[in-house]
């Protein structure tokens, strides 16, 4: 299962009808595949052309109507922890009521794809460092779907408060704590859940 199948379950799921998505390089690597009716795409650096927004999502957000809301919004810009943790702060100010947030490269399989400076070939980032800190949320319901990389469901809901120390916030400590400091689904138990 992909990125975009996931995306598409959940707009079949709540019937949604805007999606936005951050980091939109390539529209045909997942935007394009997206169904939905009214879709953005934000984009510094565009390697095709179609894109609605190009610049940071930091200069999308600050240019946007504060009653302007989306019904789903990918995140898959700057693989840097606190970046996504500020996507993630924006995109919940422009959420819908019942609205789904998705983050992209969750779970690395390597030390080396979750280093901060984008090396070429299999690359995460450190984006497993902003869901880790997502589970100190009580307000939210944060799952990371095991599959393509980590796909990291955020929605408003009341999870279970998670004591996170942030001193923590280390390649081993994730390797060997994954399973604990992260609440990972398998693609059957989202199946289940959101099919």
Same mark, same amino acid.
């Given at each position: $299962?992909?990125?975009?199948?996931?995306?598409?379950?959940?707009?079949?799921?709540?019937?949604?009808?805007?999606?936005?998505?951050?980091?939109?390089?390539?529209?045909?690597?997942?935007?394009?595949?997206?169904?939905?009716?009214?879709?953005?795409?934000?984009?510094?650096?565009?390697?095709?052309?179609?894109?609605?927004?190009?610049?940071?999502?930091?200069?999308?957000?600050?240019?946007?109507?504060?009653?302007?809301?989306?019904?789903?919004?990918?995140?898959?810009?700057?693989?840097?922890?606190?970046?996504?943790?500020?996507?993630?702060?924006?995109?919940?100010?422009?959420?819908?009521?019942?609205?789904?947030?998705?983050?992209?490269?969750?779970?690395?399989?390597?030390?080396? $794809?979750?280093?901060?400076?984008d090396h070429g070939g299999e690359w995460t980032g450190d984006v497993w460092?902003? $869901?880790?800190?997502?589970?100190?949320?009580?307000?939210?319901?944060?799952?990371?779907?095991?599959?393509?990389?980590?796909?990291?469901l955020i929605r408003k809901g009341n999870q279970l408060k998670k004591e996170?120390?942030?001193?923590?916030?280390?390649?081993?400590?994730?390797?060997?704590?994954?399973?604990?400091?992260?609440?990972?689904?398998?693609?059957?138990?989202?199946?289940?859940?959101?099919?």
């Amino acid at each position: $299962m992909k990125r975009w199948d996931i995306l598409n379950k959940l707009i079949n799921k709540f019937s949604y009808e805007s999606y936005l998505e951050i980091g939109t390089q390539n529209p045909n690597s997942n935007f394009n595949k997206i169904n939905c009716s009214n879709k953005i795409s934000v984009e510094p650096f565009p390697e095709f052309d179609g894109i609605d927004f190009i610049g940071t999502s930091d200069e999308y957000f600050s240019q946007l109507d504060e009653n302007e809301k989306f019904d789903l919004i990918f995140i898959d810009g700057l693989h840097h922890y606190d970046q996504v943790l500020k996507d993630v702060e924006n995109s919940l100010k422009h959420l819908n009521e019942n609205g789904s947030i998705l983050c992209h490269d969750c779970l690395p399989t390597t030390e080396k $794809m979750q280093i901060r400076d984008d090396h070429g070939g299999e690359w995460t980032g450190d984006v497993w460092k902003a $869901m880790f800190l997502l589970m100190a949320h009580d307000d939210l319901d944060v799952k990371i779907i095991n599959t393509d990389y980590g796909c990291g469901l955020i929605r408003k809901g009341n999870q279970l408060k998670k004591e996170v120390d942030e001193n923590n916030l280390n390649y081993t400590f994730y390797s060997e704590n994954k399973n604990q400091i992260l609440n990972i689904i398998s693609v059957d138990k989202f199946n289940s859940m959101y099919g």
